[in-house]
């Protein structure tokens, strides 16, 4: 797929600038957002500053040349599934046939576990992706070393598990039960019981700020600090019961959806939600985004998915009128979106792009080109898909349903290269205990999530607009001063309007009885005068005295008030 | 139809032996390493609280320290671990830096040690070593320190008396007057005494070379340039410093400033450099070639600096002052980067940095001589590589977040004893007050002179400077 791609580009442009341009785009996932110092640099006056920057500048291109270098020593090459002929369609092929066209060792990951008794069954993995953790919804909860195939810890729990997650590693793990929300370790012994999360659905576990974040039917988002035991922060969300969350891996936002259709992104540092969206018209049933926290896929039950670019908030691709709604979706490492309907599962490729070609669609489109097909189907006839999941640095799709966990072979879905320093999935004891350590002492406060996580380290732009200079001071100092001398800061005297009605008695009445400032001292002369002025008012009408009468004494005397 | 699917063999990465190490592959895709700025910084200002932690500058005194106040302390040139110390009583002492015992004690002079010098080993007495001390009893005397082993000497007497044994006095020299201050010419035999006159010696006569005063008050420091070897400055007690040329036999050049110069010290790295350490609180750099302004004030001390030091490498400096306390400034900054103090010590009247940079030791009023880290965290142990990387990153990563409030908070942070915060405070109301009266002097004078903070302390150059950057920059403030 690869080579096809840049062939194609080499055709477009021209030849001269071919080499500088592939240049460009091998590095450009290397590149970071461009803080503001870049253009500063050519602004200041200061040398030393301009050389400071520009070394900076330097140091920062080599160490994106270089980190783009390193993509030639990357170790293992991703998957891919390709047609030879434009008769064949990737997604006809079975898994059977994908099992028997695969080394052995691939095809002995495809497990099928068949589990009838207490389905269905929810999955998930440990973020190195070695264990696997079931939990059915009748109280089986099983971790296993699923590559090994060494069960860690089996419980019969006899409640009901709505949901499971790995905590910082595979030692402890969380399960949303009927009423409360526990941890247990490795071996399956129960170490807490939360009892702050109650009827909890969803799980999500944070594994940078170590928080685990618990929604579900009482419509509250609260997020756990499981390294200090403490709650950290308790969100309502004043929609309902939470039908579905998921966390942006990116930013560790949270995404919630909610049965009205909308789904709100919450940090725990908010009492709001950061962003409100209208995504469907019936309740979210599932929402997936990607691991480089830029694409949310969306499925509700008004048999819509949309796909979303979340840094604008913009629709990329809508899909209505699907034949039954959508009930899970999931994003896998290389942008495979993974669909579920009911028993029907379809995944596509590519479809994170803006492009017209890229948006997913059904079938074979009548052999139309530039049409993004599906990647692969798979039919589970009689059943229904409870929950999916991508494991982590493999091609492999587990989905679980109401007869057990299936895994599927997706060729091309998982990260082929993984970064030891960060997640190793073949670290050993030691290493799994000293990294854990590490973490802890790393460990990001909660309150430092927010939408954009680079905001940390970056100037304020906003501080040097807020601050005033010497001269605007003297400028808001003057006006004030003015504004006090003109009483514009206090109601207007207002003779023609009923006596309750006055902006100054209703300002009196709301200033605290016994305190007399200046400002207070400047009403009451005002409130008089509007007394005043009223009574005169009302002579006029009724005839006592005429329009131009002037009180001479009044006049006289009235200097000295 | 072509299928791939991601192959990874588990024998590629997982260690054969348990001795082996595991293969950690990298890949440094950023999607890979969400949060890496955030993560960075946490781990910056970790590092930044664990500098904090490990600070603990103070390492021990050299063996029961002096009976009197430490005033004159000279580095060998050519070995990291000797120092000379010479005190009020007329003691001096040789000590070992790595042990910290003495090697030799005895006493040299009736009255104040005033200037005491190890001599380099110059080309005429090469693996020989010597030590020039002088006082205020007008005599200057040449010891040997050949040997480690002083233990066969056993009392003042014999140690004054052997002749050409290990660890003897050698030579005494005979002024007309009490010396203060000596140094010794990097690569011959000729050495410099201050006092009431500035005498020019060579350790193979007994009557001085030549006399270089310029003026008639007394001469409190010299100090030869290490790099340009026949180039020396001295301050004088009439608030001067004078720079000097052996090669011409003359002085050179003469300022003078407001306030006396305790110390000198020149720059080892840039040789046309040097640091003086004043009377008026602060130190200043000067280069030798204008001195017309500093190149850079140090503030910060509440007292007289009383003397001052480069390290090694020339971009620190430094001071001990009357105030009890050590600073350490960068050449490039203005204010002190760290400040050394104990219950016990008094006065500082040396201090001086050892020959690798690492340790600064500094001899003050009660007598002792004290060590001290010059990187208050830094532990000089045997690092293991992984160690020792981990060092270097938390270092860039302090460098990069620096600027940061919280980091920067904690960096800065440190426990300044009462008296010294209280003084402080009162010098800050007495500097602002002062320059409030300016200001408020150049409100109603239009024409009042702008004296920049470097030019200050100047009261005039015996050959004036021409100073084409700042009369063109005068004119054009005057067209205006």
């Not at chain 2, 190490?21 to 949060?35: D, K, V």
């Not at chain 2, 004690?105 to 020989?128: D, E, R, W």
Request: hydrophobic share 30%.
């Amino acid at each position: 797929m690869a080579t096809k791609k840049s062939g194609k580009e080499k055709n477009a442009k021209p030849v001269a600038s071919g080499r500088k341009q592939r240049q460009k785009e091998r590095q450009e996932p290397f590149v970071r957002p461009v803080t503001s110092h870049k253009r500063g640099s050519h602004k200041t006056k200061d040398k030393k500053l301009k050389a400071t920057l520009k070394k900076l500048d330097n140091k920062y291109r080599d160490a994106v040349r270089s980190a783009a270098a390193t993509e030639y020593l990357l170790p293992e090459t991703s998957g891919y599934m390709e047609a030879e002929t434009e008769m064949e369609k990737t997604f006809r092929v079975k898994q059977e046939e994908i099992k028997s066209n695969v080394d052995v060792s691939t095809a002995n990951k495809a497990l099928d576990l068949s589990l009838k008794e207490f389905g269905p069954y929810y999955t998930n993995y440990s973020r190195s992706g070695t264990h696997l953790l079931i939990s059915g919804r009748k109280g089986h909860v099983a971790s296993m070393d699923w590559r090994k195939g060494e069960l860690r810890a089996e419980l019969h729990l006899n409640e009901s598990c709505y949901a499971a997650t790995y905590l910082q590693n595979e030692q402890y793990f969380a399960i949303a039960q009927k009423k409360y929300t526990f941890i247990y370790d490795h071996e399956g012994v129960e170490l807490h019981r939360m009892k702050q999360h109650i009827e909890a659905r969803h799980l999500e576990f944070l594994p940078y700020h170590y928080l685990l974040a618990t929604a579900g039917e009482t419509g509250w988002l609260k997020y756990h600090d499981v390294s200090t035991g403490v709650l950290v922060s308790e969100l309502r969300t004043k929609l309902g019961p939470t039908v579905s969350m998921k966390q942006n891996p990116w930013n560790a936002v949270m995404h919630l959806g909610h049965s009205n259709g909308t789904v709100t992104l919450w940090s725990p540092s908010m009492p709001q939600p950061l962003v409100k969206l209208l995504s469907g018209r019936g309740p979210i049933n599932d929402l997936a985004v990607d691991r480089s926290g830029r694409y949310m896929v969306t499925v509700d039950t008004g048999k819509t998915m949309k796909i979303w670019d979340i840094r604008n908030f913009k629709e990329l691709h809508v899909l209505e009128n699907l034949p039954t709604p959508g009930m899970n979706v999931t994003i896998s490492d290389t942008g495979v979106i993974g669909m579920g309907r009911g028993p029907q599962l379809i995944l596509w490729k590519d479809a994170l792009k803006t492009s017209r070609e890229a948006k997913p669609c059904f079938g074979s489109m009548g052999g139309q080109k530039d049409r993004n097909t599906p990647y692969m189907t798979q039919l589970f006839g009689g059943n229904r898909i409870n929950n999916m999941k991508f494991v982590p640095f493999e091609d492999i799709l587990s989905v679980g349903h109401e007869t057990g966990i299936t895994h599927l072979i997706i060729p091309g879905a998982g990260e082929a290269n993984y970064d030891a320093m960060e997640i190793n999935p073949y670290e050993t004891a030691k290493q799994r205990q000293e990294q854990e350590v590490r973490t802890l002492l790393n460990k990001l406060p909660a309150d430092s999530i927010t939408l954009d996580p680079n905001t940390l380290g970056t100037v304020s732009q906003q501080s040097s607009s807020i601050r005033l200079s010497a001269k605007q001071l003297h400028q808001v100092t003057l006006e004030k001063e003015e504004a006090i001398k003109k009483n514009a800061d206090i109601p207007s005297v207002k003779p023609n309007v009923k006596g309750k009605n006055s902006g100054l008695r209703t300002y009196l009445r709301k200033r605290t009885q016994n305190v007399i400032d200046e400002r207070k001292l400047r009403v009451q002369k005002q409130l008089a005068k509007e007394k005043e002025q009223r009574r005169r008012n009302n002579m006029i009408k009724s005839g006592e005295i005429s329009a131009d009468h002037k009180d001479i004494v009044d006049e006289a005397l009235s200097r000295f008030s | 139809m072509k299928i791939k699917t991601i192959k990874r063999s588990s024998d590629d990465y997982v260690p054969v032996k348990s001795t082996q190490e595991s293969q950690l592959p990298r890949n440094l895709n950023p999607e890979l390493h969400p949060f890496e700025r955030a993560r960075e910084y946490t781990k910056a200002l970790n590092a930044t609280k664990l500098e904090r932690m490990f600070a603990k500058p103070f390492i021990g005194q050299l063996g029961y320290g002096h009976r009197d106040g430490v005033y004159v302390i000279a580095k060998n040139y050519n070995n990291l671990n000797k120092l000379a110390t010479g005190s009020g009583d007329g003691v001096i002492k040789y000590w070992n830096m790595s042990t910290r015992e003495e090697y030799v004690s005895f006493k040299g002079h009736y009255g104040m040690v005033a200037g005491l010098c190890v001599t380099p080993q110059i080309q005429t007495l090469k693996n020989q070593n010597f030590m020039l001390s002088c006082g205020d009893d007008k005599t200057i005397k040449l010891w040997s320190i050949n040997n480690d082993d002083f233990s066969n000497i056993k009392s003042d007497e014999e140690l004054i008396t052997s002749i050409n044994g290990s660890g003897a006095l050698i030579k005494t020299f005979y002024g007309d007057h009490a010396f203060q201050g000596i140094d010794h010419h990097r690569s011959n035999s000729t050495f410099v005494t201050g006092g009431a006159q500035i005498q020019l010696w060579d350790s193979q006569r007994s009557k001085p070379l030549s006399n270089l005063s310029w003026g008639a008050d007394n001469i409190t420091s010299v100090k030869f340039n290490q790099n340009e070897l026949d180039i020396f400055a001295s301050s004088g007690s009439d608030n001067s410093i004078v720079l000097y040329d052996i090669r011409t036999n003359s002085p050179t050049q003469k300022i003078v400033q407001t306030m006396r110069t305790n110390a000198i010290c020149w720059n080892p790295m840039e040789a046309f450099n040097f640091v003086i350490a004043n009377e008026d609180h602060n130190a200043y750099y000067y280069d030798m070639r204008n001195m017309s302004r500093a190149l850079n004030v140090f503030k910060d001390h509440v007292s007289a600096v009383m003397d001052v030091d480069f390290s090694p490498t020339g971009d620190e400096i430094v001071t001990g002052s009357y105030d009890k306390t050590i600073r350490i400034y960068k050449t490039n900054q203005g204010h002190s980067r760290e400040i050394y103090h104990t219950k016990r010590m008094q006065h500082v009247f040396q201090v001086k940095y050892s020959m690798d940079s690492k340790y600064i030791v500094s001899g003050s009023d009660d007598g002792n001589v004290r060590l001290w880290r010059s990187q208050a965290w830094e532990r000089s142990n045997v690092k293991t590589t992984k160690e020792r990387t981990k060092l270097e990153y938390d270092a860039k990563l302090k460098e990069r977040y620096k600027f940061m409030p919280e980091i920067r908070r904690i960096s800065r942070h440190r426990h300044v004893p009462k008296v010294i915060k209280k003084a402080q405070e009162i010098k800050n109301i007495e500097l602002s007050s002062i320059k409030r009266r300016e200001m408020n002097e150049r409100r109603t004078r239009k024409n009042k002179e702008f004296v920049p903070e470097r030019k200050k302390q100047i009261v005039g150059t015996v050959f004036k400077y021409d100073d084409k950057k700042h009369t063109k920059s005068n004119n054009e403030n005057n067209d205006n």
